[in-house]
């Protein structure tokens, strides 16, 4: 068995593989980048080697870098994680080159399947059914248009050397063709630098159907059943689960053994994915199914098939690579009952899902009933660099309902603040009644966008919490105020309100008689807002500060005043100073709190008219600036 194990990879799937190296007496070597340096992926490791600076190609995918950090850690093999160096055929090579083994197949199985024209024609050739469309070399726009219409619209346009969904464009009409073959040459060649594309047939109503594979270096081969990722945007997987709903037995078994077919076709090694589609229609039918691609390496929705299996694919992997067998042959492997993983993601639903970035100031997902695999801890950053996937939530029990069920039901109970997430929106792809009937097809998140994605402001609840948070926000734990306010009520007393912005005006809200115990928590901000935290939503509110008002109503550049009474605590600058744009120049204390006013624009301090420990009305000059003058040039 292996003794070192580095993983070349980070956040989730770094720790993932991490867990199970460390169950099975493994030493594990994390690499990082700047951006990682106290991320949790290198604070679980036995050891951690810095790789480089943030960008992925200064880090993560220097195959120099992660092959030193191996040979200086005396790592004897290398785990790729997914994504980055995983479908590498070059780092494959290099690390067989070092005597270090790679975690993963052959180059040889790497480079058979990593372009998606040559592994269709391959498959096709193995007698594995591919999509039908166009795979040949002719590039010019004229012949593929000319291809295209062979083929019968819509046809699907993908970069050859593609992957999470870029380089693809559907087109609908001849009209379109030229103007989406541009679009997808252009994604294609910044990402993967090669534009070559195929065309294939759209197929309609189509399912996102996978199976596991996993071969060993002793000639044995199995499937371990199939995963349903139809729930997809922008050809990115939301939510996979598996088994398929509405797959039978019969074409389970057929799609099982082309997948097996595939894998041998390509003397594969380790854990792999045979990724098809089919023409749901009519329901799912053998005949009705096509090779679309493989994926060489561990896929992001593993824990799926790892549920209803029973196994632990790293373990798998690990003992592959190690040189044993199988841990299970084909018959050996049952189903049991149904999981469902859904893609926690730092993004914005409402702006089209663009990845969001910031700390989290809040992060809690309850793992007592469903597992969850995540990089990332509450104060950790989501930065620029990296996929935004910030956690995978499964869930498995008998039936799909009660999976689905118990999955929404950990989301709802799921609180994030600092970053916008798509979590609400997952709850509500759960709870949708076509996903609870299977009627699941990659067309569902554009259909029902507009059950999932709500666009709504935050109701009156969120202020109403929000109001009785920031009123007590004297309490020691404020981001739990429930457990604070179980039973306080404030019926009978004088009426109490608290003042918030909603669309940029000031606008006062009562404070509540909170008679229920909540599952919500309210947190302020860094920024100053309000997240309001319930049932998987997190709304932010904005208390309305006279400051910023002062501020935003473009206070008289020639002098800083008090916007409220208080006391001066603090005085910053001096007459004759140059200050810059948002420079502190005193600290008034006001409702038991500090207050900084800071300069509204550079400026040359002309005088101080406050001294700490004054009591001061609001209105008060607290600093005059230098009339500008022209300068000099
Ligand atoms: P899957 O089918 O397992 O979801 P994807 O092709 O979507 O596989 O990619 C898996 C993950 O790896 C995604 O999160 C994607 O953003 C990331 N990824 C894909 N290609 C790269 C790459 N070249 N470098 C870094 N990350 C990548
Ligand atoms: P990637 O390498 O980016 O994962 P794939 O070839 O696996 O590319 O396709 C990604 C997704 O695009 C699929 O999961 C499916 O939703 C959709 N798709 C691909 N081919 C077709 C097709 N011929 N018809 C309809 N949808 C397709
Ligand atoms: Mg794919």
Not at 169 to 184: N, T, Y
Request: one cysteine or more; aromatic letters at 6%; glycine letters at 8%.
């Amino acid at each position: 068995m292996l003794k070192t194990l580095l993983i070349a990879n980070r956040g989730e799937i770094a720790c993932r593989v991490m867990r199970t190296a460390r169950r099975m007496g493994i030493r594990t070597v994390a690499v990082y980048s700047d951006a990682d340096a106290r991320a949790l992926h290198v604070q679980m490791a036995d050891a951690a080697v810095r790789l480089g600076p943030p960008p992925p190609r200064e880090s993560y995918l220097n195959i120099g870098a992660v092959l030193d950090a191996a040979k200086g850690t005396g790592a004897d093999a290398i785990h790729p994680g997914y994504g980055f160096l995983s479908e590498n055929a070059e780092f494959a090579e290099a690390c067989a080159r070092a005597g270090i083994a790679f975690v993963g197949p052959p180059a040889g199985a790497i480079r058979a399947m990593g372009l998606k024209d040559r592994a269709k024609a391959l498959m096709a050739r193995s007698g594995v059914p591919v999509v039908p469309g166009y795979l040949g070399d002719d590039q010019s726009t004229d012949h593929l248009a000319a291809e295209a219409a062979k083929i019968g619209y819509p046809v699907l346009i993908k970069a050859v050397a593609g992957g999470g969904g870029k380089g693809m464009r559907k087109v609908e009409a001849a009209p379109d063709f030229a103007a989406a073959l541009e679009g997808a040459k252009r994604e294609a060649k910044s990402a993967f630098n090669d534009d070559k594309v195929l065309l294939e047939k759209y197929v309609s109503r189509p399912r996102h159907i996978e199976v596991q594979v996993f071969a060993d270096t002793h000639g044995n081969a199995v499937h371990l059943f199939e995963r349903d990722c139809s729930l997809q945007r922008r050809h990115q997987k939301v939510i996979e689960e598996a088994p398929a709903p509405g797959m039978s037995e019969a074409m389970r078994k057929s799609i099982g053994e082309a997948a097996v077919k595939a894998a041998k076709a390509v003397n594969y090694v380790g854990a792999g994915t045979i990724e098809f589609i089919a023409d749901a229609s009519e329901g799912l039918r053998s005949d009705r199914v096509w090779f679309m691609e493989m994926n060489t390496r561990l896929q992001v929705e593993h824990p799926v098939t790892e549920a209803i299996t029973g196994t632990d694919l790293v373990e798998w992997q690990l003992r592959v690579a190690s040189g044993e067998r199988l841990p299970k042959m084909q018959d050996d492997l049952v189903i049991h009952g149904r999981a469902i993983e859904v893609r926690l993601y730092a993004e914005d639903p409402d702006t089209g899902f663009l990845p969001s970035i910031g700390k989290l100031e809040r992060f809690s997902i309850p793992d007592d009933k469903v597992r969850v695999d995540t990089g990332v801890r509450e104060c950790d950053m989501v930065t620029p660099f990296y996929d935004p996937m910030i956690a995978k939530v499964i869930a498995h029990a008998d039936s799909r309902e009660a999976t689905a069920a118990k999955l929404s039901d950990a989301l709802a109970h799921t609180f994030v603040a600092g970053v916008k997430t798509n979590n609400a929106f997952l709850i509500r792809a759960l709870r949708h009644k076509d996903f609870l009937s299977g009627e699941v097809d990659t067309g569902f998140i554009a259909r029902h966008g507009h059950d999932l994605i709500p666009h709504t402001a935050a109701p009156a609840d969120a202020y109403r919490m929000a109001a009785a948070a920031l009123t007590r926000m004297a309490v020691p734990k404020q981001n739990d105020p429930w457990a604070v306010y179980d039973g306080f009520r404030n019926s009978g007393q004088a009426a109490q309100s608290f003042d918030f912005l909603v669309d940029g005006k000031r606008k006062g809200v009562a404070l509540p008689g909170i008679q229920v115990r909540r599952n919500a928590e309210v947190q302020q901000l860094a920024n100053g807002d309000v997240a309001v935290m319930e049932d998987g939503e997190t709304w932010l509110v904005r208390p309305y500060d006279p400051f910023e008002a002062a501020e935003a109503a473009g206070d008289t550049a020639d002098r800083v005043a008090t916007p409220m009474p208080g006391k001066i605590i603090q005085v910053l600058v001096k007459p004759g100073e140059t200050v810059k744009k948002g420079q502190a120049l005193a600290v008034l204390e006001a409702m038991k709190m500090e207050h900084t006013l800071a300069a509204p624009s550079d400026a040359d301090v002309s005088t101080v008219e406050v001294q700490p420990g004054d009591q001061v009305p609001d209105g008060t000059v607290v600093v005059r600036f230098k009339q500008q003058e022209q300068k000099a040039a």
